[in-house]
């Protein structure tokens, strides 16, 4: 299976990846990368053929916070023998970037890259969620507390116990969430996928992700890290998990806007190239004061060769192990017979930008409707599934601090995790040399 996996990587790649880290992984023998039965297997950037994203030169002075276009974009169309906003599929971005995304000719590509007001003009790509491995799992009742929530102490967090749920609000960039899900308080939705209306998630990932982060304390389903907080549901990717960096952008954009009533972001996606405008509207977004919080891929490779995880201003989480809710060992997680109880994930990405680690394997969470049953539940395995558990954490950390920037907020989790040498919550398995602790929420 291993070998089967490696094949759809490609020689070039493999040979990238070992060159390009920082040191030698150890335990690679025993890694691989994570297929999803879905047929998402990781970033393979795909360009999109004719379609670009422009990013505008930002004016001198600009202050953090405030909008990143102040006319930029008409100084181009003016300086244009064509308007590139008049086109249906043309993305505009005026907040977290000032720039656009649209089809254009070679000659009007041409045109555009000889503007001393443009930065960049970048391809598009295809980007896609992180693959997961994923099982429905049967209606009825269930622990409420599941294993990766109880790994990293939700239930002892006096934020996440205050009644009528927690006071923090968390955008999930992903394939949208249930809207009427029981167990998830969605109060803002927008789809940025060309031709569909709303953020109805119809692949299941957005609101496994969401459900993880901030599923309610009720008696019923199970629990998030941040019991009950507010969720933006930002869908950029389609049924399948895939979309593109100009719809990613566009989301990045609209958290920007609104960066007054979002305290965090997550996104559990990545693709293998770096784009400039990528780059720049996370920072823009940070600089707003909103905390990103990405998955470091699946890949069993240095997070440094995919992109978000490798954003310096992002905090990205890696995944670990655990079949019991506990620390200490012995008890291997049911639903994926190759994992050992609290140690590095497998298929986990590593390196120094991994910062923190967290459950990711055989977590049980929310799901898409399947036809009229909204309140729907899977098992999935991914590093997609550790980053919303920190996610929840930083909610935590800002419904208590309304004011502590993202570095603040990352510092805070970094500080409370638990090392990975701790006797009684650590982990084995991590072999990269950059020993990220372990989400710990006990005390947020
Ligand atoms: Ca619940
Ligand atoms: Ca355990
Ligand atoms: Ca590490």
Known sequence: MAE????????????????????????????SRLLDESGIQGPQSKVIPNRYIITMKDRPGLAAGAPADQGQIENLVSNLRFDPRSRSDTIVFRHAISGFAATLSPAEKRLIESDPNVLAVEQDRVV???????????????????????????????????????????????TGINLRHPDLNVVRQKSFVPGVATAEDDDGHGSHVAAIAAARKDGHGTVGVAPGARLWALKALDKDGNGSWSQIIAA?????????????VNMSLSDTEQSKALDRAINRSVDAGVTYVVAAGNDARDAKLEAPSNHPRVLTVSAISDGNGKGGG????????????????????????????????????????????????????????????????????????????PDQVIDKLISEAKQQSDPLYGFTGDTDGYSEPLLNVKNL
Not at 13 to 30: G, L, V
Not at 255 to 261: L, Y
Not at 344 to 369: D, H, M
């Open 252 to 264: 990045i954009d609209y958290v920007t806007q609104h960066a007054d009533k979002v305290d965090v």
């Open 330 to 405: 012995g008890a291997n997680p049911a639903c994926e017979p190759d994992e050992v109880d609290d140690a590095f994930a497998t298929f986990s990405n590593y390196g120094k930008n991994v910062r923190l680690a967290a459950p990711g394997v055989c977590i049980e969470a929310a799901s898409k409707r399947q036809g009229n049953d909204v309140d729907t539940y899977e098992s999935m395995s991914g590093t997609s599934m550790a980053a919303p558990h920190a996610a929840g954490g930083a909610a935590l950390i800002k419904a208590k601090n309304r004011s502590a920037s």
């Open 128 to 174: 896609s969620r992180q693959p997961v491995k994923r099982s429905l799992m049967a209606a009825g009742p269930r622990k409420e507390l599941q294993t990766g929530v109880e790994r990293v102490e939700g239930h002892l967090s006096p934020t996440a116990n205050a009644p009528g749920g927690v006071d923090a609000t968390i955008a999930i960039i992903d």
């Open 4 to 31: 089967l996996l490696a094949a759809n990587i490609g020689g070039d790649e493999r040979i990238q990846a070992r060159a390009e880290s920082d040191k030698p992984n150890e335990a690679s023998e025993a890694r």
